[in-house]
């Protein structure tokens, strides 16, 4: 069912990156996330506009394991269109997970993709994780959503959102996650509520 719902929001609507992971040269990005997968800080850096390198800090949902690395992050193919955009982006981690005390090392390879015009949004995100006998994972995440009005920069601009999240740790399951965002200049903010009955909260700052 995942797989059908990203088919057809591909096929079907132009996208936005929900938080993209490469900011203006010389810029740092906040990031602070909590949702159906567990919590998570990132804070990095851009040299370019091609890349950024930061500190990422995660816990997942129900779980006392927590995971601690360097994420860099690649923008491997941009498009810029007549009246949209597309990127899409790689990113790896290395670092530490610790679990009751146990140690073991942490990687992670990852894949976004977006494609967006003013009032429309789609945008994918998988992830595959290793941390020894802590956890093995494939995360997926396919984010949709329109404004349902245009307001001028300085004002916040509203987005009605959806997202679809499927785990390797929770097979054939599908969370979904209606949820409203705000963002105006450098700020966004958003909130909903998901499937499985948790709040669910991001905020995105960029300096």
Known sequence: MFYVLLIMALLAAPLQAWARPVSYPGGWTLISENDTMGRGLLLHYSPSASYSVGYRAEQRTGD?????????????????????????YLMGNVGVAEDNGNTAGYGGLGLMADYETKNIMIGYHGMLTAAGHIEQSFKQALHAGFAPYLVPYENWQPWLMLTATTSSMEPGEVLYTPHL???RKTLLLEAGYSSNNLLVFNLIKRF
């Open 64 to 88: 006392e394991a927590s995971f601690h690395s360097v994420q860099g992050t690649y923008l491997a193919q941009r498009w810029n269109l007549p009246a949209a955009q597309a990127n899409i």
């Open 181 to 183: 965002r705000l963002y």
